[in-house]
Structures are given as structure tokens and as C-alpha cells.
T-cell receptor, first 115, second 111 residues
């Protein structure tokens, strides 16, 4: 079946450096993508989203890039901080507005910020 | 606004028992989705309810069921528990359109 997958299971970065987390998706019908952050013992926390009619969206210290040609998403975190250490998931939302939707998640990337 | 709440946070059951988990969505949100998270399978979609109707269902056996009440609160039930049902069960709410906000989850351990 269609799935969303991550390129790297772990990523270690020095505090203050930028982080880039990648994600590949396979469902060409997906029109909405979300990045979540999950800390140990907590539920996934919404970070940023992007619609398929955009190729870039910026938030506070985070940027999501979408390349529909190669079905690739990336999450860039600027000036990574110790509090950014967590598992990051990309998710694709399949379905059209007003109809049933479900999230398909990637396997996650463990980001570790080194002092 | 208060976030998504789930009760109980932790639960221990034995094989063959049944369990009911509860989720209260963010005020004003009419859609509630349930996910199962395990180390081996990751996050998997169970089902979604909107205005008391199940709109979508994932690939789980019929032992997994749910419902939604008129106040948008939702429950999921797992009958005849198996060891493999041990997982973190996550509830997410949304307005029904796109962005889903997750609760802290219920950690279920089946012995």
C-alpha cells in the first residue's frame, strides 16, 4: 500500500546548528502534509503544515519544503536547541476537504541535539 | 483553549478482557480520530468520527470499535484483548478539515 517513509532513523546535530529532516511519500493523491514532534511520554505535537499547492512554508525557526516532482518533504530547524530533541514524524493527509481524512505517518526520525 | 484530553493515561489489562478509552476533543472540534502507536508498526490510523458518524476506518480487526457522542467526546473499545494490543492509543481532534491535534495518549499494557 501507499506509505510515507523517512530517509534517516536518527540524526545528531550540534546545538546552534541547523537540522534537516527528510521524508519521502508515495501517494500522489496526498494534498496536505504535516510535521509533528513527539517527545518521550507525550502525544505528537503539531509543528507546521503545507498544502500541495505550495512548495515552501516558514514558521518560527522551522521551514517545510515540498517537492512534488520527487515526492519529498523536508523539515528544516534553524539554530537547533536542546528542547528540539525528539522524534519527528511527517504525515500525509489523504482525502479531500469535507470528506473523511486520515493521516499516514512516516516511521519517524530521532533528533538528538548535542551540547 | 484546553487541549485534547484522554483518560485513563495508563491501563493494565489481561488477555481476553475488554477496555474502553475516552477522548475529549478541543472545544469546537467535531472530528475525532484514533491511532495506535507501537514500536514495531509506528503510528497507525484506527478510525475517524465526525458528528457522531464514523467517516473512515483503518485496517484493524472488528475487535476495535468506537463511537462519538453528541458533545463530540469519543470512546474506543477493544474487546478480547491480545498481547499485541499493548500500545499507546492516541486521539486527535480537528475541525473536520485538516490539521489534527493530538492528546497525550493512553498507554495500554496487556498481560
Amino acid at each position: 500500500g501507499e506509505s510515507v517513509g523517512l530517509h534517516l532513523p536518527t540524526l545528531s546535530v550540534q546545538e546552534g546548528d541547523n537540522s534537516i529532516i527528510n521524508c519521502a511519500y508515495s501517494n500522489s493523491a496526498s494534498d496536505y502534509f504535516i510535521w509533528y514532534k513527539q517527545e518521550s511520554g507525550k502525544g505528537p505535537q503539531f509543528i507546521i503544515d503545507i498544502r500541495s499547492n505550495m512548495d515552501k512554508r516558514q514558521g518560527q525557526r522551522v521551514t517545510v519544503l515540498l517537492n512534488k516532482t520527487v515526492k519529498h518533504l523536508s523539515l528544516q530547524i534553524a539554530a537547533t536547541q536542546p528542547g528540539d530533541s525528539a522524534v519527528y514524524f511527517c504525515a500525509e493527509n489523504v482525502g479531500s476537504s469535507g470528506s473523511a481524512r486520515q493521516l499516514t505517518f512516516g516511521s519517524g526520525t530521532q533528533l538528538t541535539v548535542l551540547p | 483553549k484546553a487541549g485534547v484530553t484522554q483518560t485513563p493515561r495508563y491501563l493494565i489489562k489481561t488477555r481476553g478482557q475488554q477496555v474502553t478509552l475516552s477522548c475529549s476533543p478541543i472545544s469546537g472540534h467535531r472530528s475525532v480520530s484514533w491511532y495506535q502507536q507501537t514500536p514495531g508498526q509506528g503510528l497507525q490510523f484506527l478510525f475517524e468520527y465526525f458528528s457522531e458518524t464514523q467517516r473512515n476506518k483503518g485496517n484493524f480487526p472488528g475487535r476495535f470499535s468506537g463511537r462519538q457522542f453528541s458533545n463530540s467526546r469519543s470512546e474506543m473499545n477493544v474487546s478480547t484483548l491480545e498481547l499485541g494490543d499493548s500500545a499507546l492509543y492516541l486521539c486527535a481532534s480537528s475541525t473536520g478539515e485538516e490539521t489534527q491535534y493530538f492528546g497525550p495518549g493512553t498507554r495500554l499494557l496487556v498481560l
